[in-house]
């Protein structure tokens, strides 16, 4: 679901496949083996027929069927509305190892498109009268254990569709694990027993940060209201009447229905479909002809069988924005009640991407112009550059541009410089990484005109100032940031929101940060030098964090012998790594007293003990250390 996530997988190279897990319950030499051996064959197959499907000639191709080749991506599904023309159709494989086409009647999955139609079910609730969007959702789930400091502004129904809550987007232990079957219930996903799970970070409707919890709960307040599954209401009341009777928002695996094209990871690797504790969030199984007929509801006035099934004012209000501080100082893109007002490739739409285990997808609508566009890609790889095939549907509709907001040279810019940091990081979890690596600078260029936005994670970005605050991304068509505030400025591009932080602080954090690193380094490898010299005991002071550093083989090797759905689970490496990141500043601690009082180390030795524990005493006030993620 998040770059985020999917880059601590990578990084720690926990993405196995799938079905890797039916070796685990033998001894380790023939686990380690088939896995190895079983993974490889298949990175094998499945680039064959990659390469295959990509060799067909030039002439013959279709610019998706380039654009897929070039991107390495084995098929889509995806339809294409045009005022009353429409077409729903599929390119490349469903499959590779069987060379199955990718057709409109392929099933696909699409991760958190599901958002979209779970909340056309809840706005047909408030159509109904069954709920109301001002509704406290506090008091409609009161058996969980809520943590909002600003009691007299409650979360709302509103909050939750358009990710103005204030919540968490997910803990790990809910996208990763391997427990959770297709019949958990969604109360599953907030154990009582687990504090600060909905602790509210910012003042309910005044920041967008995107939340899967958020959307877990609408799922239930679903159930609280109708009194069943959430899925089957959705069947009955949304699906149903529509006639999208090849969709279901039940879970739906390449085992159990055959029609379900294969989902692929980096390297042509297979990843099957696997159930999820917040599965209203990006469970949802459909057709390129079921979207059709969904695009087209989206699109229209709202009746469903002859009857209002959603109010006008909730269709128009779907891609709007309207609560939050950056769209009160003038900022128009962001999220509505169900999807997000993008403005990209020359257009304005209100779109809405999805990312699942093996799948991307993304929907876009053009409500004024009565166009629209879907497609899912049964691949989740990180080298392809998905964005060109949005720029390919935007182009083939001829979306017509909205108007340039034309810059104004009279912005005091001065007042914007410096540092901003996320606020609210969209992982609790992670703040301390987003604080390090996710801050921006707001500087001025040579000409003074614009402001530029510089960070560790993307290349610059260019603002040209349009007066109160508002500046233009190069670009972009309108207002893509916002500057507002008077004790602490806060920059905002819709989506995220970044507060004016002190330099100084991030100055010391990655001196803190460096330093520690070093240190842990140094002692890694005189500890080593030590041990092969057989001296190591005579300098206990670094032999206790040497010994402490190596340990961390271990867990390591422990996560590489699981499966990666396990990594939000209490197993033994991940109990191994909680309590050897517990343990690092103790011995760190150890070897700093040891050398006080007069032990055998050098000046160096001294520095690096020192450093590393000093980095690793910060980590634990901030509680990034103990690393723990199955709570």
């Known amino acids: 679901m998040e770059d985020k996530l999917r880059h601590v997988l990578r990084s720690l190279k926990l993405r196995r496949a799938h079905t890797q897990r039916s070796c685990q319950d033998t001894a380790y030499a023939w686990r380690h083996t088939c896995g190895a051996v079983y993974a490889s064959l298949r990175s094998f197959v499945g680039s064959v027929f990659l390469l295959a499907s990509i060799s067909v000639g030039a002439s013959g191709l279709?610019?998706?069927?380039?654009?897929?080749?070039?991107?390495?991506?084995?098929?889509?599904?995806?339809?294409?509305i045009h005022g009353e023309d429409s077409q729903a159709t599929g390119n490349g494989f469903a499959d590779l190892a069987s060379s199955s086409p990718m057709t409109a009647t392929t099933k696909v999955q699409v991760g958190s498109v599901t958002k979209t139609l779970v909340a056309l079910g809840?706005?047909?609730?408030?159509?109904?009268?069954?709920?109301?969007?001002?509704?406290?959702?506090?008091n409609a789930l009161p058996e969980l254990n809520w943590d909002n400091p600003w009691t007299e502004t409650p979360i709302?129904?509103?909050?939750?569709?358009?990710?103005?809550?204030?919540?968490?987007?997910?803990?790990?232990?809910?996208?990763l694990n391997s427990r959770v079957t297709e019949d958990t219930p969604l109360s599953a996903a907030f154990p009582p027993d687990f504090d600060h799970l909905l602790k509210v970070r910012t003042r309910p409707g005044t920041q967008y940060s995107y939340s899967n919890i958020g959307y877990a709960l609408l799922g239930m307040i679903i159930e609280r209201v109708t009194a069943d599954r959430y899925e089957d209401f959705l069947q009955h009341a949304l699906l149903n009447p529509l006639e999208m009777n090849d969709s279901s928002f039940h879970f739906i695996s390449q085992q159990s229905d055959a029609r379900l094209a294969m989902g692929y990871v980096d390297d042509g690797v297979e990843q099957i479909a696997v159930p999820m504790f917040l599965r209203s969030a990006g469970q949802f199984t459909t057709t390129a002809n079921d979207m059709q007929i969904f695009l087209e509801f989206l699109l229209g006035d709202g009746n469903n069988g002859g009857s209002s099934w959603v109010a006008p004012e909730y269709l128009q209000r779907l891609g709007t924005p309207s609560t939050t501080d950056a769209y009160a100082h003038g900022l128009h893109v962001g999220h509505g009640l169900a999807l997000g007002l993008r403005d990209r490739h020359g257009a304005l739409g209100e779109c809405h991407p999805g990312t699942t285990f093996g799948f991307r997808a993304?929907?876009?609508?053009?409500?004024?112009?009565?166009?629209g566009f879907f497609y899912a890609v049964n691949a989740d790889n990180e080298q392809s550059n998905y964005e060109r095939l949005t720029s390919h549907f935007i182009n083939g509709l001829q979306i017509a541009p909205g108007e340039k907001q034309l810059p104004r040279s009279s912005e005091n810019l001065d007042r914007y410089r410096g540092l901003y940091r996320l606020s609210p990081s969209n992982m609790a979890q992670f703040a301390w990484l987003d604080w390090m690596f996710n801050s921006v600078w707001v500087g001025i260029d040579e000409d003074r005109e614009r402001l530029v936005i510089r960070s560790l994670q993307a290349p610059d970005k260019t603002l040209r100032p349009l007066g109160n605050g508002l500046f233009r991304e190069n670009g972009r068509l309108q207002a893509s940031h916002v500057i507002?505030?008077?004790?602490?400025?806060?920059?905002?591009?819709?989506?995220?929101?970044?507060?004016?932080?002190?330099?100084?602080?991030?100055?010391?954090?990655?001196?803190?940060?460096?330093?520690?690193?070093c240190g842990l380094l140094y002692i890694t490898l005189r500890g080593g030098w030590l041990f092969f010299t057989g001296r190591l005991r005579k300098h206990t002071a670094v032999l206790i964090p040497w010994l402490s550093l190596i340990a961390f083989a271990l867990p390591v090797y422990l996560y590489t012998t699981q499966s990666f759905l396990q990594f939000g689970e209490l197993t033994a490496a991940s109990a191994v790594l909680a309590a050897l990141t517990g343990a690092?500043?103790?011995?760190?601690?150890?070897?700093?007293?040891?050398?006080?009082?007069?032990?055998?180390?050098?000046?160096?030795?001294?520095?690096?003990?020192?450093?590393?524990?000093?980095?690793?005493?910060?980590?634990?006030?901030?509680?990034?250390?103990?690393?723990?993620?199955?709570?």
């Open 584 to 631: 690092l500043p103790i011995a760190l601690g150890t070897g700093v007293y040891l050398i006080a009082q007069g032990g055998n180390a050098t000046r160096i030795d001294l520095y690096a003990v020192v450093a590393g524990f000093q980095l690793c005493s910060i980590l634990v006030v901030l509680g990034v250390l103990p690393v723990v993620f199955w709570r």
């Open 62 to 80: 279709t610019e998706i069927d380039t654009i897929l080749r070039e991107e390495h991506l084995p098929g889509i599904a995806w339809v294409s």
């Open 122 to 138: 809840v706005l047909h609730l408030v159509t109904s009268e069954r709920i109301s969007l001002d509704d406290n959702v506090q």
């Open 484 to 517: 507002y505030g008077d004790s602490t400025l806060k920059l905002s591009n819709g989506l995220m929101t970044w507060a004016r932080a002190s330099m100084l602080t991030l100055a010391l954090a990655w001196i803190s940060l460096v330093a520690g690193a």
């Open 362 to 371: 993304q929907l876009c609508v053009f409500p004024k112009q009565r166009k």
């Open 156 to 175: 709302t129904v509103q909050h939750l569709l358009e990710h103005t809550a204030g919540l968490d987007n997910l803990r790990m232990w809910q996208f």
